[in-house]
């Protein structure tokens, strides 16, 4: 089992910065692969980005040059900082988690196992 709570949301003007923070429960969280994704009103929840538990990233292509995903495996974290915000990137940011062998394509959300409860991001033109 993984909880994840998600920190860090918050409000900003266009070209802003913020950085969202994801604290993870469990012993295991360095085999998991580890995802961003948002969900704006009315529309499906999307990928964002992923970090494999061996390091690489993929980043959705509205959001790649202007985020980073990283993550901490000794303080079970993953953050997910964005630069240069645009009103487009408003929507709750949710962490998730998918177990590194476990199938599914990164970028479905419905591949991943746990997800945290969600951060407001609000970006003002």
């Known amino acids: 089992q993984v909880q994840l709570v998600e920190s860090g949301g918050g409000s900003v003007q266009a070209g802003g910065s913020l950085r969202l923070s994801c604290a993870a429960s469990g012993r295991t969280f360095s085999t998991y692969t580890m995802g961003w994704f948002r969900q704006a009103p009315g529309k499906e929840r999307e990928f964002v980005a992923v970090?494999?538990?061996?390091?690489?990233?993929e980043y959705a292509s509205s959001v790649k040059g202007r985020f980073t995903i990283s993550r901490d495996n000794a303080k079970n974290m993953v953050y997910l900082q964005m630069n240069s915000l645009k009103p487009e990137d408003a929507a709750v940011y949710y962490c998730a988690a998918k177990w590194t062998l476990s199938t599914g394509s990164y970028s479905a959300a419905s591949s991943y196992d746990y997800w945290g409860q969600g951060a407001q991001v609000a970006v003002s033109a």
């Open positions: 970090m494999f538990s061996a390091g690489r990233t």
